[in-house]
């Protein structure tokens, strides 16, 4: 079981650890830099190797997750019979999953789209999408502290 936690906490940590630091490094550095063309080059480059990174974590995270769950005897079968903080934990990350779906699947490749096009070519609709775009994953990086936390609550139960 030490192994199976091991690998789940550094799965856990390679994917918020990503996050942090395309947020807190990686955005404010290209930002100062003044060429956008470069920076969203860049950017995307960066973002797509994450993106693999990071759905991989997720599929780890999912298995080695269940397992160590079953260990703990959670019946994962029969959720009405889970621990409170064990629910909020799997609502969490399911939230998380879905914002990285969204984020992935729906809004990157609309932004992207919106990116190849002449700034006087875009609608009132895919400008505002361009400019709140990345409260996706802001609010995936909350969402990712908020369940390290719960996972440490549960730990300790």
Do not use: C, N
Not at 27 to 50: C, E, I, M, N, S
Not at 134 to 141: C, D, E, G, K, M
């Amino acid at each position: 079981m030490f192994a199976l936690v091991w690998i789940h906490l550094l799965a856990a940590v390679v994917w918020v650890g990503g996050m942090v630091f395309l947020s807190v490094v990686l955005v404010p550095v290209l930002k100062r830099d003044g060429d956008f063309a470069r920076h969203v080059a860049l950017f995307r480059t960066v973002a797509y190797r994450f993106r693999a990174v990071v759905w991989g974590a997720m599929g780890i995270l999912v298995a080695t997750g269940s397992v160590m769950a079953m260990g703990r005897s959670i019946p994962l079968t029969e959720p009405w019979q889970w621990p409170t903080i064990f629910v909020a934990k799997i609502s969490m990350v399911s939230f998380l999953f879905t914002l990285t779906l969204l984020h992935d699947l729906v809004v990157g490749p609309q932004v992207r789209r919106i990116l190849g096009t002449a700034e006087a070519d875009r609608s009132s609709r895919d400008r505002m999408l361009v400019r709140y775009s990345a409260l996706v994953p802001r609010l995936s990086l909350l969402v990712a502290l908020l369940v390290l936390l719960l996972a440490v609550v549960l730990a300790r139960t």
